[in-house]
């Protein structure tokens, strides 16, 4: 714009300089008198207007060539929208599709506390192992948090167990010493078969020829008993012979009658292709609408199968608008539909915590192992998170371990406070009520 006022400048002032004194003189009798810098300042100001004018002429002309709203969404080809056509604040929580902000798109530290939602945080997003005894509150671990058959013997202090903790009757042999149990603590007379050992009683201490039909339990007959190849046709009862009786892939075909072999003797879908002979399945045979896709062989499906006119917007190719048939910055929030914006649109670390609403992230958006402990919700912990050893005896409240929390021979005998132990709390050896007194001692021989 200089040059062009330069350029109009210096003629007019040339012509004022050319304009003979006398001209001026006569000029006096009619107007006012003025001088040349007045001239030249006022002849400057007309160049700079028509100069304004004529910019804004133009720039009105080149922006009445693109009419809003002429580039829809039909027309934008998949991957046409750059990160350059995209207007500054373009892309609103709308146009983000749900699920599309991974953690690549999050930068450090851009999720802080104002951005979880209550109780968002459960327990597989907290790291396996990471809970530790010092985040557990004294007396936090109650029964009802310690799984059944979780507190092993390692776990119980020397003498924990009184007979106060021990059900009644729930001491079984399994649990008393090899010799601890005395003569003196069984009931005199008490001893009956169910308290004999396998085998105690052995062939020597049976009366020779006083085993009668009577003596030998049903079914205890075995093929060892019986001689080999003794059991004939008559002794076999009718329909005694099953097929869990007759040694697999011993039936031939000789053994099948003619025409023996029905729908019903075949299993369901074993009829294989080798099975059927050639054209054996006719289109009789053949259930209507059962051929699918995958029945026909490539390119069976010819122009004269498809109906005219019905390949629509689906069926035509990518790409039909591309980046460079649009105008940089011009997509603004509005030509993006809910939702269209994917994962894989977004730039890394392009998310940060101004644009995340408040409450926004929930359980669903962190990844495994993200949250540390001031970020956990009431009863999210559970087994999984807790680290070996994490619960000590501090953080398990008074009485809280019953006997559904005691793994299977948890109990030892240091573990028994000495001395603690009642005749209540030890089963009766033939599931009675008696307690185990008396003295009686049995010690089966086996000749």
Known sequence: MGVTRARLVVPLFALLLATPAPALAAKKKN?????????????????????????????????????DGEVTTSKL??????????????????????????????????????????DSVRGSNILDGTIGSNDLGLDAITASKIADGSIGNSKLATDAVTSGKIANGTVVSADIGTGEVKTTNILDGDVGTSDLATDAVTSSKIFDGTIGSADIGTGQVTTANIL???????????DAVTSGKIFDGTIASADIGTDQVTTANILNGDVGNADLATDA????????????????????????????????NADLGLDAVTS????DGTITSADIGPGQIAASRLAPNSIDQTVL???????TILAPDSVINSKIGDYAVDTLQLANNAVTTAKIGNLQVDGTKLATDAVTSTKVK??????????????????????????????
């Open 31 to 67: 107007k006012a008198n003025v001088d040349v810098v007045t001239m030249v300042r006022r002849a400057f100001h007309i160049a700079s207007r028509a100069d304004a004018a004529a910019r804004k002429a133009v720039t009105v002309a080149a922006n009445a060539g693109v009419k």
């Open 77 to 118: 080809a998949d991957g046409a929208v750059a990160n350059a056509k995209l207007a500054d604040a373009a892309v609103t929580a709308a146009k983000i599709a749900d699920s599309a902000v991974t953690s690549a798109q999050l930068g450090g530290g851009a999720v802080a506390f104002a951005d979880l939602a209550a």
């Open 228 to 238: 080999n190849g003794d059991v004939g046709t008559a002794d076999l009862a009718t």
């Open 281 to 312: 399945v006719t289109s009789g045979k053949i259930f209507d609408g059962t051929i699918a896709s995958i029945d026909i062989g490539t390119g069976q499906v010819t122009t004269a199968n498809i109906l005219n006119g019905d390949v629509g």
């Open 324 to 327: 460079a048939k649009i105008l």
């Open 357 to 363: 609403a408040t409450g926004s992230v929930d359980s």
């Open 418 to 447: 000495d001395g603690s132990l009642t005749a209540a709390d030890i089963a009766a050896p033939d599931n009675g009520t008696g307690v185990l007194v008396g003295s009686v001692s049995i010690n089966p021989v086996t000749t």
